[in-house]
């Protein structure tokens, strides 16, 4: 069986992830130890949401076969679908701990870009979901049992996880510090993820090995168009709206 490195991976950026989000609660006033329980049912939630958003971009094959939904150690997992089932995770451990929604979303977000960012790693090591064939100096061998049928005698494609690591990386570092700011309001960091995440995501896919839906864009290209519009509409109206609290007069929430 090979080993599915890109969700061994996500798994292993839980462990830098609870620290920044538990600094993070620290200074909102929020007990830390309560992130165990989170990063329990995010990663489950996330899980679930991964293969579910899979599957059903994929109903075709599925529907002849009902019995492999189940076979995760297939590969097939949707980075969308890791994203709704965290933030339906957020949703309710919030409700739980009777913090704000959006309060929390911005403590344990900014571990999310972190975790694909090494994640992507994981394509690389198993060969997946690499881009069309070129020759560009930082080009990506790709070993012959793993080419696409089409381009089996390409040699060369393009290193797309390593695009969006880097892209995540770069969001990772710009939430760390767009959340000091003395005038981020809750649910900035959320919302920029979000945005950041999806234009990322949508200029990747130009790269990758993929099939058109509509108007020559993928699925994931549609769906993160509507995810950076939505977001982006939301921080332009919430941030025309004057702040409830300066900076100086905030309080942790507890």
């Known amino acids: 069986m090979r080993i599915r490195w890109y969700g061994f991976l996500?798994?292993?950026?839980?462990?830098?992830?609870?620290?920044?989000?538990?600094?993070?609660?620290?200074?909102?006033?929020i007990d830390p130890e309560v992130l165990y329980d989170f990063a329990l049912l995010?990663?489950?939630?996330?899980?679930?949401?991964?293969?579910?958003?899979?599957?059903?971009?994929?109903?075709?094959?599925?529907?002849?076969?009902?019995v492999r939904?189940?076979?995760?150690?297939?590969?097939?997992?949707?980075?969308?679908?890791?994203?709704?089932?965290?933030?339906l995770a957020v949703v309710a451990f919030a409700r739980r701990i009777r913090v704000p929604f959006?309060?929390?979303?911005?403590?344990?977000?900014?571990?999310?870009?972190l975790g694909?960012?090494?994640?992507?790693?994981?394509?690389?090591?198993?060969?997946?979901?690499?881009?069309y064939p070129t020759d560009v100096p930082w080009k990506m061998y790709v070993a012959p049992?793993?080419?696409p049928p089409q381009w089996a005698s390409e040699a060369f494609f393009h290193p797309t996880f390593l695009y969006e690591s880097l892209w995540n990386l770069a969001v990772f570092g710009s939430l760390l510090w767009y959340r000091r700011r003395s005038g981020a309001r809750e649910g900035d960091v959320l919302f920029l993820y979000l945005a950041a995440y999806s234009l990322g995501r949508f200029w990747?896919?130009?790269?990758?090995?993929?099939?058109?839906?509509?108007?020559?864009?993928?699925?994931?290209?549609?769906?993160?168009?509507?995810?950076?519009?939505a977001s982006g509409l939301w921080l332009l109206v919430r941030n025309r709206q004057p702040l409830k609290n300066p900076p100086a007069s905030r309080t942790p929430v507890r």
């Open 102 to 113: 959006l309060t929390f979303a911005d403590v344990v977000i900014p571990a999310l870009p």
């Open 69 to 87: 939904i189940i076979a995760v150690w297939e590969g097939g997992l949707s980075m969308h679908g890791v994203i709704a089932g965290g933030l």
């Open 10 to 29: 996500i798994a292993f950026s839980f462990i830098p992830g609870f620290y920044i989000a538990a600094a993070e609660a620290r200074r909102k006033g």
């Open 42 to 66: 995010a990663g489950a939630s996330g899980f679930v949401g991964a293969r579910l958003a899979y599957v059903l971009q994929n109903a075709g094959s599925y529907l002849t076969d009902p």
């Open 116 to 131: 694909q960012a090494l994640g992507r790693w994981g394509n690389f090591f198993n060969q997946e979901l690499f881009g």
């Open 145 to 147: 049992e793993y080419r």
């Open 204 to 229: 990747v896919e130009f790269f990758r090995i993929g099939t058109p839906v509509v108007a020559g864009l993928t699925l994931a290209q549609i769906v993160s168009l509507a995810l950076a519009a």
